[in-house]
């Protein structure tokens, strides 16, 4: 079955401790996305990446990293969580090119610092 | 710079009525446009998309969409909505010719939808 996964589903953590959210997709897809989901301001790009070892920011990268170092997997690392960062998080993934791709979400991460 | 608005926070409609929940656009050259929908717990569903020809898009669950060039809009519709409906539906839009950022979606707000007996 075709499908992107995350894991842990739902987080609660401390302020300050490093945590990685785990995103991995089977359909071979070039493209890759984080994203989070608050309330009243929808769904804002965190990172995104294009292949292997290519990343780049999106509209809401400050206190994430990522890496891409296998096209299947794509995790979000926060090194240092703040009570700001409790949000719902998923990660997407699509084919690249000219054409309309639509992307395939995961079922989300539920993170809550405190 | 590609923006969404889905101007209505929620909407309400009885069962069988019709449904239309309105997405507004802007992008600088020709639109990728896109549905999608959630439901508690779970993460978005392609619901369709309008990328070329024909302005009304058919998609999933008897949902389609009307492209409106002149008026930037892409509104979705159902013509006899189901309780089983009820979710929170997200408008997307990327510029057709990609200028960096990749297969970047922007997302609209979403617009709650939720249809009572």
């Known amino acids: 079955e075709a499908q992107v996964t995350q894991n842990p589903r739902y987080l609660i953590t401390v302020t300050g401790k490093k945590l990685t959210v785990t995103c991995s997709q089977n359909m071979n897809h070039e493209y890759m996305s984080w994203y989070r989901q608050d309330p009243g301001l929808g769904l804002r790009q965190i990172y995104y990446?294009?292949?292997?070892?290519?990343?780049d920011k999106g509209d809401v990268p400050e206190g994430y990293k990522v890496s891409r170092k296998e096209k299947r997997n794509f995790p979000l690392i926060l090194e240092s969580p703040s009570p700001n960062q409790t949000s719902l998080y998923f990660c997407?993934?699509?084919?690249?090119?000219?054409?309309?791709?639509?992307?395939?979400f995961g079922p989300g991460t539920r993170l809550t610092v405190t | 710079a590609q923006s969404v608005a889905q101007p209505e926070d929620q909407v309400n409609v009885a069962e069988g009525n019709p449904l239309t929940v309105k997405c507004t656009y802007s992008v600088s050259g020709n639109p990728y446009l896109f549905w999608y929908v959630q439901y508690p717990n779970r993460g978005l569903q392609f619901l369709l998309k309008y990328i070329t020809g024909d302005n009304l898009v058919k998609g999933s669950y008897g949902f389609e969409a009307e492209f409106n060039k002149s008026q930037t809009s892409f509104h979705l519709k159902k013509p006899s909505a189901l309780v089983s409906d009820s979710a929170l539906y997200f408008c997307a839009v990327r510029e057709a010719v990609l200028t960096g950022g990749g297969n970047k979606l922007t997302f609209g707000t979403g617009t709650q939808l939720k249809v009572e007996l």
């Open positions: 990446s294009m292949n292997v070892e290519v990343t």
């Open positions: 997407a993934s699509s084919p690249m090119g000219v054409g309309g791709y639509e992307q395939y």
